[in-house]
């Protein structure tokens, strides 16, 4: 046995103490079909890269549990079993009793890097954002390139858009799209944030470093102004610091429900026949549970088509892109983003960092667009009556 | 436990499979749902047909390994957990409907289908299963006939066995047996007691100690045209039996797809929880939910027969238990450990019980007594009606860190009482093997069974310890 994890840390215990010995070992967390909740397979790690019972949420409580009783586990074969998890909680919304077996899984990554036991893969990746202040190798400096000719609000604007790393580095699309809408609403945010949220890093279980990112955005921020985000996981993020936001598709939801913003199909496109919405892990659960409702109901109204008329599917699976998947199995992320993708068409995420990882998946014939870059290339918006 | 030399070439000759060696893994299989000890499984595997679980069998037994079966581990009494090491077949991949047959009215499925993956199939043909088990959406069907399930469809039907036309089973020692119609391989599955002894019933709720089930014909049944559920209230669980008893005997549960009853204190925790300035004196002493399916003037009827019997009894419907708690209970699709988790949210050891009817007051006393003897556990139990009889679920609930010692006692008491009140404890963990074992001849019996069929004792022991 190569690293033997020998014992968790008091912090880990002190936290999850009662998830591991309160577990019934029910198995709703590894294998439950439950269609009246839309859950036809829990765990998209089990579907696509391997059965093993140890990737699942359940495997994470037993695996602690078996060192906190004096089983010492291989680090680095427990290393690939967390690290592939990709985070999308299905395993907790399943457990008939409330615990968090991923949440436990996150807490062992913290455990198997105060181990060393960080996968090469990740290794590499963290090596990487370290070196450039995000997960994509772009140079610092480069970070508000997407945004260079448009107007920006200064220090007294109220609202405080931030871009996140997929929007604004990966492509840069998603994040000009995002505050074109803002501009044609007749808002002038400020572009807030000198660098990542720190998301990547709590996800490879530098929960702390993290949180230190987070708060330095936070920072940053407009006092008291509404924040908008165009990554699902950075609204995450940084709800850990207390700074409550939502997402530009929450806000356009709101606004054109309100009144303040009016949308209209552009003359000189072709209108896509029908549009599938990939459900985001991240926007499952707290207080951003609406915002993909609201987006079903805000296409509806514009006679937009869906490919998948569920939508949204709490309990849909990760598409790939989440946890360490990308960078240890690609083959299997590029399944699960398969799996999630139509046969044909368009599909639209409401997350950047998805919308990437769809699109680098994505069959020919399938185009893979942002929330706010479909609303950009289909749709006029205008200042509304109510604005 | 093995030999590691003959666990390592046991390992090399299933390596075609899909094998799990890795101790991380395997901790997953040394238990299930239930509170008793662990063990310890060496080697797993997934096979995906009946002809790759004649294989790991025979491979098995040329180097004396021991070998559990597993289908979803949703259950509560221990017989999956692998007390002498060695093999866990995992069954959770022969998922598969080998056949639907609407004409004659059977299905034939793998064992390791998930009944709701089975049911959704099914749904599609307007037909269903008889008896759906109450322990999850992870449940399999073989999982389902190997320990004696029920829930849903017992008012109608009684267990698992009851809804079975027959199983095909590999032997210990390799050998592929089909039971009922089925023995003639032209005839197929389609009646359960054809040839002389029923064989099938050998296999039923005996955790693989006697065979590996690799495929299970079920009967189907329509899916009701409508459902709807009610609630009755009794002053006292005395009364509830004696209505109980009229309803069995004159057959007034065909259309009753589920009924469950709940002590006077869970009635009142669920009402006070909901609405907190409801009047405690109108509280009934037990109270009955019933989910009726049929047709909608069917359902209609029934409705009023039983509750024209209750006032017989001195009951009436209580409304608020069916609005705050049952119709959501139902029609939600919930589960028992979902009723259990909402209850107390904590571990639960699930003790069951079969009881006639008429012991309905003496197994409630019994509960009474267990709260005041184990203060330190929080208690529960809530009974499911059979076409004649109840199962009654006894849970405890408990802090695994710091109370199982006393939690495991708690139950091994529970045997006691419940046996004394009439009762016929069973999947309470290794107390049912002691419990069988005092049954004298019929134990007997089955050891012989078990030596004939599996003499190297290469099949797990099960719940009955054989």
Not at chain 1, 174 to 199: D, F, K, N
């Amino acid at each position: 046995m190569t690293k033997p994890i020998e014992k968790l840390s008091e912090d880990f215990v002190s936290r999850y103490e009662r998830d591991l010995y309160h577990c019934s070992s029910c198995n709703y967390c590894v294998d439950a079909v439950w269609p009246e909740r839309g859950m036809h397979a829990v765990c998209a790690t089990m579907e696509h890269h391997s059965r093993a019972p140890g990737y699942s949420g359940r495997g994470y409580i037993e695996a602690a549990r078996a060192i906190l009783e004096g089983q010492p586990l291989d680090g680095e074969a427990l290393a690939e079993r967390v690290f592939t998890c990709t985070g999308c909680g299905n395993c907790e919304a399943a457990c008939p009793i409330g615990l968090r077996p991923a949440a436990v899984g996150l807490a062992l990554r913290e455990e198997l890097l105060a181990a060393d036991c960080l996968p090469p893969a990740l290794a590499s990746a963290r090596d990487a954002f370290i070196a450039h202040g995000n997960p994509y190798g772009v140079a610092r400096e480069q970070r508000y390139a997407w945004a260079t000719g448009l107007a920006r609000g200064g220090d007294e604007a109220d609202t405080s858009f931030f871009a996140g790393c997929a929007a604004a580095l990966a492509s840069g699309e998603e994040a000009q799209a995002s505050l074109a809408l803002l501009h044609a609403a007749g808002l002038q945010p400020r572009l807030a944030g000198e660098g990542c949220c720190g998301a990547p890093l709590a996800e490879l279980g530098l929960r702390r470093e993290g949180e230190a990112l987070a708060r330095a955005v936070a920072a940053q921020l407009a006092r008291g102004g509404d924040v908008l985000v165009a990554g699902c996981e950075c609204g995450r993020q940084l709800a850990t610091v207390g700074v409550a936001s939502r997402s530009v598709a929450h806000w356009l939801c709101a606004a054109h429900a309100a009144g303040r913003v009016r949308l209209g199909w552009k003359h000189d496109v072709t209108r896509p026949a029908a549009v599938q919405l990939v459900e985001s892990c991240q926007l499952k659960g707290e207080s951003r549970d609406g915002d993909e409702a609201a987006v079903a109901a805000l296409l509806a109204s514009l006679d937009v088509a869906l490919l998948n008329p569920d939508f949204p599917n709490r309990h849909a699976n990760c598409c790939g892109a989440g946890g360490g998947m990308p960078a240890m199995a690609p083959a299997a992320a590029a399944r699960m983003a398969r799996a999630r993708l139509p046969q044909a068409g368009v599909a639209v995420s409401l997350d950047a960092r998805c919308a990437r990882h769809l699109r680098a998946c994505a069959d020919e014939g399938i185009e893979v667009l942002g929330f706010a870059t479909f609303i950009a290339r289909y749709f006029t918006l205008e200042a509304g009556p109510t604005a | 436990m093995s030999e590691p030399t003959s666990l390592q070439a046991l390992a090399g000759e299933l390596s075609a499979l899909t094998l799990y060696a890795d101790p991380i893994d395997l901790l997953n299989y040394r238990r299930d749902c239930s509170m008793v000890a662990a063990g310890k499984a060496e080697l797993a595997v997934q096979p995906r047909t009946a002809e790759e679980v004649v294989s790991i069998i025979e491979h098995a037994a040329r180097h004396a390994t021991s070998i559990y079966v597993r289908g979803g581990g949703t259950m509560y009494a221990g017989g999956v957990n692998p007390h002498a090491g060695g093999l866990v077949i995992d069954v959770s991949r022969m998922t598969r409907v080998l056949e639907l047959d609407l004409a004659r009215g059977v299905v034939v499925v793998e064992p390791g289908i998930r009944y709701a993956d089975l049911l959704a199939q099914l749904a599609e043909h307007g037909q269903t299963v008889g008896i759906v088990p109450s322990t999850g959406p992870a449940a399999t069907v073989g999982g389902a006939v190997s320990s004696h399930a029920l829930g849903t469809g017992s008012p109608r039907h009684q267990s698992m066995g009851d809804c079975v036309a027959g199983l095909e089973v590999v032997l210990a020692d390799g050998t592929r047996l089909r039971t009922g119609s089925a023995v003639c391989r032209d005839a197929g599955f389609f009646q359960r007691y054809c040839v002389g002894p029923d064989l099938t019933g050998l296999f039923l709720g005996a955790d693989a100690s006697f065979g590996v089930v690799t495929a299970v014909a079920l009967w189907l049944y329509p899916l009701p045209a409508a459902r709807e559920t009610f609630c009755l209230g009794f002053a006292t669980p005395a009364a509830a039996a004696r209505f109980l008893v009229e309803v069995q005997s004159r057959e007034l549960t065909r259309n009753v797809w589920y009924a469950a009853g709940y002590e006077g204190g869970t009635v009142r925790a669920r009402v006070l929880a909901a609405q907190p300035g409801f009047d405690i004196a109108t509280l009934p002493g037990y109270c009955i939910g019933f989910d009726l399916g049929a047709e909608r003037e069917d359902i209609e009827r029934d409705r009023a027969r039983l509750a024209a019997v209750a006032e017989s009894h001195g009951g009436a419907e209580f409304k608020p238990f069916d609005e705050i708690y049952f119709n959501t209970l139902r029609l939600d699709e919930n589960y028992w450990y979902s009723f259990a988790g909402y209850f107390s949210r904590s571990r639960c050891a699930i003790l069951m019980t079969s009881l006639p009817c008429d012991r309905l007051a003496d197994f409630c006393a019994a509960i009474d007594s267990l709260r005041a003897r184990w203060p330190a556990l929080v208690w529960g139990a809530a009974t499911v009606l059979c076409r004649r009889g109840l199962h009654g679920g006894v849970m405890a609930f408990y802090d695994e860190r710091t109370q199982w010692p006393l939690a495991e006692q708690a139950v091994e008491d529970a045997t006691v009482l419940l046996r004394g009140a009439g009762c016929v404890p069973y999947k309470s963990g290794k107390l049912w093997a002691e419990e069988v074992k005092r049954t004298g001849a019929y134990y007997r019996v089955l050891e012989r069974l078990k030596g004939a069929l599996d003499p190297a004792r290469l099949l797990s022991p099960g719940n009955l310890g054989l």
